[in-house]
């Protein structure tokens, strides 16, 4: 089993659209979670980090996350033909000195 | 902000030479940074993790005397691929992790460096 899991995509929404990304995770006492996003030939940059159940919002973005399932996803509100990347989902174990694993992205394309 | 500066950007080498990426901290002291490799379509693969002054701890399956790191100063390291080969062809990215911020393991990229053995 995979550590962190994502559909592959490509994901496809209409502009205006919310989008929804999602991830899974294998390691349990996992405790920090993270999403980037990352255009083609450029490396990631960090959209959203979440730390305790629920949900957190920022701007058009929001990040949720269900440790008892395992479960982290992004919503992506008012998607725009600017947010088409691929987004990874990374995780990271019980301490601090634990390393973040990412998942393989989702791609997501928005159609204007 | 927090702006890491990856050099070159590209490079292209031929077989069987050694190739440095220099990985920066621009705003900020880094006591940790990572290497990552990526190939096309797939995701980030995480090869070392470097911390200042100690050696690098690599990954299962990373050459350490092939992907040389060294972590010199608080805003740099580096990674020397040597004696490439046109499998060694990749995007190699590095990150850092600011000081202090440890625990909340944030890290932040550089634009990383397309390396191309011919």
């Known amino acids: 089993q995979k550590e962190v899991e994502q559909n592959s995509g490509p994901l496809s929404v209409p502009e205006g659209a919310i989008a929804s990304l999602n991830c899974t995770y294998s390691?349990?006492?996992?405790?920090?979670f993270f999403w980037y996003r990352q255009y083609s030939g450029k490396s990631p940059e960090l959209i959203m980090s979440?730390?305790?159940?629920g949900d957190k919002e920022d701007g058009r973005f929001t990040a949720q996350l269900n440790k008892a399932s395992q479960y982290v996803s992004l919503l992506i509100r008012d998607s725009q033909p600017s947010d088409s990347a691929t987004y990874l989902c990374?995780?990271?174990?019980?301490?601090?000195?634990?390393?973040?694993?990412f998942g393989p992205g989702t791609s997501l394309s928005v159609i204007p | 902000g927090a702006v890491v500066s990856q050099h070159p950007s590209w490079v292209i080498c031929k077989s069987g030479t050694s190739v440095k990426i220099e990985c920066r901290s621009l705003?900020?002291?880094?006591?940790?940074m990572f290497w990552y490799r990526q190939f096309p379509k797939q995701s980030l693969m995480l090869m070392a993790t470097?911390?200042?002054?100690?050696?690098?701890?690599?990954e299962q399956g990373v050459e350490k005397d092939k992907f040389l790191i060294n972590h010199a100063s608080l805003t740099l390291s580096t990674l020397t691929v040597t004696s490439a080969h046109p499998e060694d062809s990749s995007f190699y990215i590095c990150?850092?992790?600011?000081?202090?911020?440890?625990?909340?393991?944030?890290?932040?990229f550089g634009a990383g460096t397309r390396l191309s053995v011919l």
């Open positions: 990150s850092a992790v600011k000081a202090g911020l440890v625990a909340k393991n944030i890290q932040y």
């Open positions: 390691d349990r006492v996992s405790q920090s």
């Open positions: 979440i730390y305790s159940n």
């Open positions: 990374a995780v990271r174990g019980k301490t601090s000195y634990d390393k973040v694993i």
């Open positions: 705003d900020f002291q880094a006591t940790t």
């Open positions: 470097s911390n200042e002054g100690s050696k690098a701890t690599y």
